[in-house]
């Protein structure tokens, strides 16, 4: 598993860091924007995708090869990948958490409440994206990802009209949707099913 990861921020250090760019840079829109919290949410979507993005390298690099002839069990490789979701997902959640915190002084229960909400939604993208990669392929996939990125910024953008309003964003403070943490839990089982799923699919995936 520790392989693995190392693996993958390899792929991230090498290919990635012009995306990590990119989320940040929408996070700090987010920071400086009074009527709108879409990009905050959008931010850590974007990171929690990058264990997907991960798997076209796998496949340019041939990487089932090598997997055929190492003693790595395929439900680790899969399981790796959601362990990345979370690894990439939970330290972005929390910094922009914190910034939020210290630049807006939003109560602790919008903070938190806020963290959960982001929590949600770097968690159904991957959940949905992953068992697909893994039963197809990246490339095969890749049709799919584009879908579901759309449709998670309509979700996003609803989420946004909702938990939020012009008033209390002039003041530096966000409505928060109230049973954000139900929210959350939704968010870690569908994953959870997602894994599952994914683990199923890869055994049964002929290359």
């Known amino acids: 598993m520790k392989g693995l990861l190392i693996k993958?921020?390899?792929y991230i250090i090498k290919h990635h860091l012009g995306f990590l760019f990119v989320a940040a840079l929408f996070f700090c829109m987010a920071v400086f924007s009074n009527g709108s919290?879409?990009?905050s949410y959008y931010s850590v979507a974007?990171?929690?995708l990058m264990p997907v993005f991960t798997m076209a390298y796998d496949e340019a690099y041939k990487w089932s090869w090598y997997e055929a002839i190492l003693p790595v069990k395929k439900h680790l490789i899969?399981?790796?990948k959601y362990i990345l979701v979370f690894i990439a997902a939970i330290p972005a959640i929390i910094i922009e958490a914190l910034i939020f915190n210290?630049?807006?002084k939003m109560s602790l229960e919008n903070i938190t409440n806020l963290a959960y909400m982001m929590l949600f939604v770097s968690l159904v993208s991957p959940a949905v994206v992953l068992p697909l990669n893994f039963r197809f392929g990246y490339l095969k996939g890749k049709i799919v990802n584009i879908i579901v990125m759309a449709i998670m910024a309509g979700l996003?953008?609803?989420i946004n009209i909702n938990t939020n309003t012009a008033e209390l964003a002039a003041d530096g403070n966000f409505a928060v949707?109230?049973?954000?943490f139900i929210f959350a839990i939704l968010g870690v089982v569908i994953i959870s099913i997602s894994a599952a799923l994914s683990i199923i699919l890869y055994k049964k995936r002929e290359f």
């Open 46 to 48: 974007m990171i929690s």
């Open 102 to 104: 210290f630049y807006r």
């Open 8 to 10: 993958d921020f390899k």
């Open 177 to 180: 949707q109230q049973n954000a």
């Open 156 to 158: 996003i953008t609803t």
């Open 78 to 80: 899969v399981l790796e």
């Open 37 to 39: 919290m879409y990009f």
